[in-house]
């Protein structure tokens, strides 16, 4: 199986910071690289799709980059809205694989 | 709009079954593929079973391989996950998910999950 390993598993930060939150496949995926976001008691929600692709009416100050075995997710200015709990997710190889979740909270 | 919406989770016993439904509507459910994702207490996300559009290709993890029968009915737009043998560590809130597009393994809709307790 692929493992994927997210960093840092928790983050604290005030809004309007730039935050950055990582994601380190086992081996290579090319691109297939999915991000989500997940509030409290809801389901996840597609962010990124293939890596870098914003799915339709995600707001452009989420971002995402990489490549094979390293990716890096961006929030470029965050928002009250953005506390959530943040996964990575791999789609080259079954099983699908998730990244172990990455918290985040407003300072 | 396009709903998810899953119903038959419960309280069950060890060894017991039960079995999950995911009503689709507002697309086409039988051009999609579908997967089942289940997220424990406190936990992260774990990808269960894929079906693909017509139901000819089917996947599951190892954890539930041999217990767990993902299926689909397209002319009711439904999709099921038909659960036996079931341990405590199943206890999980399921989402059924469907993907943004063919051939992409992005689950771009959810639906609100339905949580199963596995516990005598």
Redesign the interface.
């Known amino acids: 199986d692929i493992q994927m390993t997210q960093s840092p598993s928790s983050l604290s930060a005030s809004v309007g910071d730039r935050v950055t939150i990582t994601c380190q496949a086992s081996q290579d995926i090319s691109n ?1 690289l ?1 991000w ?1 976001q ?1 509030k409290p008691g809801k ?4 962010l990124i ?2 890596a870098s692709n914003l ?1 339709t009416g995600v707001p452009s100050r989420f971002s995402g980059s990489g490549s094979g075995t390293n990716f890096t997710f961006t929030i470029s200015s965050l928002q009250p809205e953005d506390i959530a709990t943040y ?1 990575c ?1 791999q ?1 080259d190889n ?8 990455t918290k985040l909270e407003i300072k | 709009e396009v709903q998810l919406v899953e119903s038959g989770g419960g309280l069950v016993q060890p060894g017991g079954s039960l079995r999950l439904s995911c009503a689709g509507s507002g697309f086409i459910f039988s051009s999609y593929e579908m997967n089942w994702v289940r997220q424990a207490p406190g936990k992260g996300l774990e990808w269960v079973s894929y079906i693909s559009s017509s139901g000819s290709t089917i996947y599951y993890a190892d954890s539930v391989k041999g217990r767990f029968t993902i299926s689909r009915d397209n002319a009711k737009n439904s999709l099921y996950v038909q659960m036996n043998s079931l341990r405590a560590e199943d206890t999980a809130v399921y989402y059924c998910a469907r993907v943004l597009t063919r051939g992409i393994a992005a689950w771009g809709y959810w639906g609100q999950g339905t949580l199963v307790t596995v516990s005598s």
């Open positions: 297939y999915n989500y997940q389901a996840p929600g597609l799709y293939d799915e996964y997710q789609y079954l099983p699908y694989t998730f990244g172990q979740g």
